[in-house]
């Protein structure tokens, strides 16, 4: 089993970016495919993007491709989300998650997640 616990939320401008990261426990971290979900108020827990357990090839939905970049430093146990040109709508809690087969754009593609970090965007 892997534990993750994401960090790096908080509170931007719109047309900002941040940096959430999303640290693994184990030592088979790099086996795990990788997932970042999204929650707003009153929403189902939304796909934000992917990286495949093979290649580490990555994946986006259609609202943040070109925005959002997913990276994963082995070494560190850690993957990362990039956001930038952040808009209002993309306020939320987002989560990252892993599965040891391949992860998909659906959250019951992933077993382990994390407790979840705040990205608020202003206007």
């Known amino acids: 089993q892997v534990q993750l616990v994401e960090s790096g939320g908080g509170l931007v401008q719109a047309g900002g970016s941040l940096r959430l990261s999303c640290v693994a426990s184990?030592?088979?971290?790099?086996?795990?495919?990788m997932g970042w979900f999204r929650q707003a108020p009153g929403k189902e827990r939304e796909f934000v993007g992917g990286m495949r357990r093979t290649g580490y090839s990555t994946y986006y939905a259609d609202s943040v491709k070109g925005r959002f970049t997913i990276s994963r430093d082995n070494a560190k146990n850690t993957a990362y989300l990039q956001m930038d040109s952040l808009k209002p709508e993309d306020t939320a809690v987002y989560y990252c998650?892993?599965?040891?087969?391949?992860?998909?754009?659906?959250?019951?593609?992933?077993?382990?997640w994390g407790q979840g970090t705040q990205v608020t965007v202003s206007s």
């Open positions: 184990g030592r088979t971290f790099s086996n795990y495919a």
């Open positions: 998650a892993a599965d040891r087969l391949g992860g998909s754009r659906y959250a019951g593609g992933f077993d382990y």
